[in-house]
């Protein structure tokens, strides 16, 4: 089980509290109170309206406010309505849900829950990566937990009220996290994504109106109802109000997670929090938000993490995984890494993805070997430049991004493999 | 028939959960896979009966996804997690020294058939580096002589 973060804030407070993750214990810890005032006192239009005051942006990556997501699906229709918590997380860098499951099950069940009042849903599927086998166990513990108890099934604490919650595992491919792969996954198909429109909300799960949010975002809603849009508000920045849980990796001294309110700067994350670079070394960069988002140099931490001030800087929050890299650091191997990761879980349909994520690999392979040439650099970024906003989704423009930052701010490094035929970092991580 | 009885009974369960049956294949694959360790030939056109589509429907499912096999498996599946979180701290060097252990190239198996070691990309434990999966168990925090005991304690 994962340790509790350095820091905690109302998501993860009781997290060291090994009790909190059942149900007894989040009872005692005042859980499900939010989740019976939705269904008792509320309608799902007020539900909607407060979660849509509160500013709660989905915590999956991009950003998307969940209050309007949750006003897309269509009211008053006889087809059965879909949640699916996307529950798997495998932008490289990121362990936040992971933890959220395994330390606070029911708190993302009671998120769930109050999502379904507030959009009509029957019946949520819980997508959970493969690999987080004892997570997913964590997560089918309370929701056999949630079902005994009456919260789950025919009578939602006697309200009258329908839901149901299915645990799928997935089994290895990290294009299932992208939302319309991840439904095709959940159909027992390819995770191949879909091309949109129709959206989910129309079109989703088996051919439902379907939302699907992230496992973090499900957690922040039961704080919602119990306090209220306002003191959300009292969280992070005015665009981008609310914590969000951290996991900062690499070279540093606290490795871990540590829940913080949006918009806290980031060189405080790296340096106060996660105690700065090892050994006396210097900084070199620093990815801010998963492997998709580009990087920042040393100089440019004193950013806010929030969306409105690091797309300022050309990068994003994306899902909060930082990954610090000091001085010894070579940033053609990262770039080795990171195109690798591309060139692997490309799905193939699109011939810019599966061609241009290929390509980018063999291009960095071959300067970091010493075998590149100067024009090489200006092939990568034009490679990189058509594989943005032409594909079915996203992932073809999280696997430009990353690149196009390494060029922009470590150039030199690419440049120095090119004029000395070898990689001039003898003392960076292996490949 | 390959797939037992019980199986067939929990494969049942799941697909009464499901809007339409073909929604419980991949639990089904993780069924027969706990059962045998991967989808031989038989067990692709038993599913595909019990789920009313094609073999080569199965077996194309299977192939999209890391954790299925279609081919007999070595007892236990051992990745070492090599994205840059764990390869920033020390994950290749110890994949090298865990294959000269075991005597084989990442992607191979030990000629006793009880260990396939390979890398695999980021799972979710970057902050825990360097660090392993064992079948369906994380190993965190790892250096290279507890990650050496720890296969050398597989059956
Ligand atoms: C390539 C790719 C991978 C993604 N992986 C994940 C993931 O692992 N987990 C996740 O919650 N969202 C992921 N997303 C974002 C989802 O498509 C979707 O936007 C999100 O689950 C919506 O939830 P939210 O609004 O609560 O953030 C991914 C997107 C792309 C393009
Ligand atoms: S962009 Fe890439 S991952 Fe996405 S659908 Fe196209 S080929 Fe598949
Ligand atoms: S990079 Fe190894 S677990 Fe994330």
């Known amino acids: ?431 | 028939m390959v797939i037992s009885a019980a199986s067939r009974e929990k494969i049942a369960l799941e697909i009464a959960k499901y809007p339409k049956p073909r929604g419980a294949l991949l639990p089904a694959l993780h069924l027969v896979h706990a059962e045998h360790g991967h989808v031989s030939p038989e067990a692709a056109r038993e599913l595909a009966q019990i789920f009313e589509i094609r073999p080569f429907e199965v077996m194309e499912v299977v192939s999209f996804y890391n954790m299925f096999f279609a081919t007999p498996q070595p007892r236990h599946q051992v990745r070492v997690c090599t994205n840059l979180p764990c390869s920033l701290r020390g994950a290749r060097d110890l994949l090298h020294r865990l294959e000269a252990h075991l005597g084989v190239h990442a992607g191979g198996a030990t000629a006793d058939g009880r260990i396939r070691i390979g890398h695999e990309e980021c799972l979710g434990a970057c902050a825990y580096a360097p660090m392993m999966r064992v079948d369906h168990q994380y190993h965190e925090d790892l250096d290279v002589e507890r990650a050496k005991r720890i296969l050398d304690a597989l059956d």
């Not at chain 1, 973090?216 to 009292?234: D, M, Q, Y």
């Open chain 1, 1 to 431: 089980m994962l340790k509790a973060p350095y820091v905690t804030g109302y998501l993860t407070e009781h997290f060291a509290d090994d009790a909190f993750g059942t149900l007894e214990g989040y009872l005692e810890r005042g859980g499900y109170q939010a989740a019976r005032k939705a269904l008792r006192e509320m309608t799902p239009e007020a539900v909607i309206e407060l979660v849509k005051g509160s500013g709660l942006q989905g915590r999956g990556g991009a950003g998307f406010g969940t209050g309007l997501k949750w006003s897309f699906m269509p009211k008053g229709s006889d087809k059965p309505k879909y949640l699916v918590c996307n529950a798997d997380e495998s932008e490289p860098g990121s362990f936040k849900d992971r933890l959220l499951m395994e330390r606070g099950p029911h708190q993302m069940l009671e998120g769930i829950l109050i999502a379904a009042w507030a959009t009509g849903a029957s019946k949520t599927f819980i997508y959970i990566r493969g690999e987080y086998a004892f997570p997913a166990d964590q997560v089918e513990r309370a929701v056999a937990e949630a079902y005994a108890k009456g919260y789950l099934g025919k009578n939602v604490m006697k309200t009258g009220f329908a839901h149901d919650v299915v645990v799928q595992r997935g089994a290895g491919a990290y294009i299932c996290g992208e939302e319309t792969g991840l439904l095709e996954s959940l159909e027992g198909k390819k995770g191949q994504p879909r091309k949109k429109p129709p959206f989910p909300a129309q079109y989703g799960a088996f051919g439902m109106p379907t939302t699907v949010n992230n496992v973090e975002t499900f957690s922040h809603v039961p704080h919602i109802l119990k306090k209220g849009a306002e003191w959300f508000r009292g969280f992070g920045t005015e665009k981008s109000p609310g914590t969000t849980i951290f996991g900062v990796s690499g070279h540093v001294a606290r490795p871990g997670l540590y829940e913080l309110p949006l918009g806290t700067r980031l060189d405080e994350i790296v340096f106060e929090h996660a105690g700065g670079v090892p050994g006396g070394r210097k900084l070199k960069g620093v990815i801010p938000g998963g492997m998709s988002m580009p990087i920042l140099p040393a100089g440019q931490l004193d950013v806010p993490m929030a969306n409105e001030f690091l797309r300022e800087r050309k990068t994003m929050l994306g899902t909060g995984g930082i990954m610090v890299m000091d001085e010894t650091t070579c940033m053609v191997r990262v770039a080795c890494v990171i195109s690798y990761f591309f060139r692997d879980e490309s799905c193939g349909q699109c011939t810019q993805c599966r061609e241009g994520t290929g390509w980018m690999n063999k291009i960095i392979e071959r300067i970091e070997r010493g075998a590149g040439e100067e024009a090489d650099l200006g092939i990568l970024l034009d490679v990189a430049a058509k594989m943005e906003g032409q594909t079915i989704c996203a992932f073809s423009d999280a696997a430009a991004w990353p690149v196009q930052g390494l060029l922009r701010h470590f150039r030199g490094d690419f440049e120095a493999h090119v004029r000395e035929h070898k990689c001039p970092f003898p003392e960076s991580f292996e490949l």
